[in-house]
């Protein structure tokens, strides 16, 4: 099977192997770094970039090694967390630290009993000819992970590959992680999470079938399908929604809306500056959360919620406006 390939911003596109089996054999010597990479954070950017650029002063190939699903997911089915992003945006985000190429290995029962000197053997040696890896300090790998860059160290010195372990990287003052990303969207602070993934945080889904509710409030509004992966806490955000190749500035709440009895969970967008757009079930939506406005409240009555929904909305509107202003500062400097 001919692997596949995800294009980067600079034209150029990264080799993605789903399976050993796709690798050639050719490939290598090579560089690489291995991880869940869920978010492709600040911290996983540097260190790829770190692969990409040591791979090409040697003349060498790069290579980021990931997983699918999430070994937690496989693992601990019930307590696995959310996703920040799934595969094919992650896919994406990888090929734009630069690297050469990209392999998912399958996480299946095989792979979670494949002992830490095994995966190096059959893996990192066997198949991708590895001669430098990069990892953070609490990188775990092998069956039950119990082992640690320590152990990786000793398996380099023994199979001829180097081991560089990078400290975590901070913003602000914050130690950026995946978990700690995470707990920030989940209590709805998109401005720190922003500031971790070093983009603005976001979601693809399609539209849902609506619920009338917004038509009864005479706003413009598009509710998100279920959607299975991280989102940020029940509350009122400034957002970004593009529906295909148009983009829209908007109002978005995130929960049970209370003030409507039995309408249960939802992502409603309120759009601002609405212009008719085709949208069909199928239609691709991308959703960026931008600010937090407010938590969700039970309104006394639709009238309240309708007022307090203009007030978000000119919130809104001062946010992009603000934004707009320093945007110009900044081209004209």
Not at 237 to 259: A, H, K, Q, W
Not at 281 to 301: N, V
Request: aromatic share 8%; charged share 25%; proline share 5%.
């Amino acid at each position: 099977m001919t692997p596949d390939t995800v294009k980067k911003d600079s034209g150029t596109a990264a080799r993605v192997f789903r399976s050993l089996e796709e690798v050639p054999r050719d490939f290598g010597p090579s560089i690489a770094a291995i991880g869940n990479f869920d978010g492709v954070h600040c911290g996983h950017q540097q260190i790829l970039r770190t692969v990409a650029a040591e791979a090409q002063a040697r003349g060498m190939r790069s290579i980021a090694i990931t997983f699918n699903p999430h070994p937690a997911q496989f693992l601990r089915p019930n307590e696995a967390p959310k996703l920040v992003t799934f595969l094919p945006e992650r896919l994406r985000l990888l090929a734009e630290t630069g690297v050469d190429a990209i392999l998912v290995l399958r996480f299946d029962e095989a792979l979670s009993h494949m002992t830490a000197d095994e995966f190096v053997r059959d893996v990192l040696v066997g198949v991708l000819h590895v001669r430098g890896i990069h990892e953070g300090s609490n990188f775990r790998f092998g069956h039950g992970a119990k082992a640690g860059v320590n152990e990786l160290r000793a398996f380099g010195k023994d199979s001829g590959f180097t081991v560089e372990v990078h400290s975590a990287v901070r913003v602000h003052g914050m130690e950026v992680s995946s978990s700690a990303v995470r707990s920030l969207i989940a209590s709805g602070d998109v401005r720190r999470a922003r500031w971790m993934l070093g983009r603005v945080f976001g979601v693809h889904s399609h539209p849902a079938k609506g619920r009338g509710v917004g038509t009864k409030l005479l706003v413009p509004t598009v509710n998100l399908a279920p959607y299975e992966g991280l989102l940020p806490g029940f509350g009122v955000y400034v957002t970004r929604l593009t529906i295909g190749d148009r983009c829209f500035e908007s109002v978005t709440n995130v929960g049970n809306r209370p003030t409507f009895e039995g309408v249960g969970f939802g992502v409603e967008t309120h759009i601002l500056d609405f212009e008719p757009v085709d949208l069909s079930d199928e239609s691709p939506l991308y959703l960026e959360f931008l600010s937090r406005l407010r938590g969700e409240i039970q309104w006394p009555s639709t009238e309240a919620l309708k007022a307090q929904i203009f007030k978000d909305v000119a919130r809104a509107r001062r946010y992009f406006k603000l934004a707009a202003l320093r945007q110009g500062d900044s081209s004209r400097r």
